[in-house]
C-alpha cells in the first residue's frame, strides 16, 4: 500500500474516533435525559459510529487492493509486451547476421572463384 493511501486511511480512522469523541463529550454535556438513559445513549451511538468506521475502513481496504490488483496486471501486461519485444528484436538481430554471414560467404566464393580464373590465365600464358 503507498505511504499516501496509508496515511489518508490513518486521517480516516484518527478523524472517525474524534468525531466520536467529540459527539460523546457533547452528548454529556447537553443531554436532558438522566445519566443511566444518557450513557446508554452514548453506548449505543458510539457502537453505531465505530461499526459505520469499520465499514468504511474496510471498503477503503477492499478499494486499495482492487488498485493494487489492478496496478500488479498492468504491470504483468508490460512485462509480457516487453518481453515479446525482446525477443522478436533479438530473432531480428540473428536474422541480420546469418544474412550478413551468407553474404560473407556468398562474396569469398565469388572472389575465390575469380582468383582462380585469373591462376589459370596467368598459367596457360
Not at 446508554?40 to 468504511?56: D, I, W
Amino acid at each position: 500500500m503507498s505511504e499516501e493511501r496509508t496515511e489518508l486511511l490513518t486521517g480516516l480512522v484518527v478523524g472517525a474516533l474524534v468525531g466520536v469523541g467529540l459527539g460523546i463529550g457533547l452528548g454529556f454535556l447537553f443531554a436532558p435525559r438522566p445519566g443511566r438513559e444518557t450513557r446508554e445513549l452514548v453506548r449505543k451511538k458510539a457502537s453505531e459510529v465505530g461499526e459505520r468506521v469499520r465499514e468504511r475502513a474496510h471498503e477503503a481496504t477492499d478499494r486499495v487492493r482492487g488498485a493494487a490488483a489492478e496496478a500488479a496486471g498492468k504491470a504483468r501486461e508490460a512485462a509480457a509486451e516487453l518481453a515479446h519485444k525482446g525477443r522478436e528484436a533479438i530473432q531480428e538481430g540473428v536474422e541480420r547476421v546469418r544474412q550478413a554471414y551468407q553474404h560473407g560467404v556468398e562474396a569469398a566464393q565469388e572472389k575465390r572463384e575469380e582468383l582462380l580464373g585469373r591462376l589459370e590465365e596467368l598459367g596457360e600464358s
